[in-house]
């Protein structure tokens, strides 16, 4: 079993276990008792300019919550691992198989029987799925679809609008 930092605000609680992430889904906790103590901290990062001290401890907590939940649900929560478990038995339509959103044409390799994400990444696998995940809630903190479900809208405190959620979220204290 793998170790997980245990003071993050986010944890995923099966992302060691993939097979069963695939097959079943995962579950994902968020400590908000803790995202607020660490939001509510007085200091201000050096990084931001006086003139905007204010409107960074209002939008603190709202903008490091939604990453934290970008970060667990659709960073770590998306994504489908293609394999073949034996012969001609694949989790995907191999005479239609899924499209490379790089290449635009069809996959052409997938994990074979018996491979694993962690088996062939290595001690890697966990730190790219954290980079993924982390770059997935930093990317989508400008989403204004995805804000309002988080209630965020026009009439709002904190607007879907306001684009310094996505900033104000990247500096922790």
Known sequence: MEHHDCNSAGVN???QYN???QECGFKNVII???MSAE???TEVSPFIDPAEIEIFRKHKFPAYYIW???HELLGHGTGKLMTQSHENNFNFDIDSPPVDPLTGRAISSWYLPGQTWTGQFADLATTV???RAELVGAYLMDDVELLHLFGFNQTSAITANDRKLSH???IRH
């Open 32 to 34: 908000a008792n803790r």
């Open 68 to 70: 934290v939940v970008l």
């Open 168 to 170: 104000v979220s990247s």
């Open 39 to 41: 939001s509510s901290s």
């Open 19 to 21: 097979d069963i992430r």
């Open 129 to 131: 799925d954290e980079c």
């Open 13 to 15: 609680t099966v992302i």
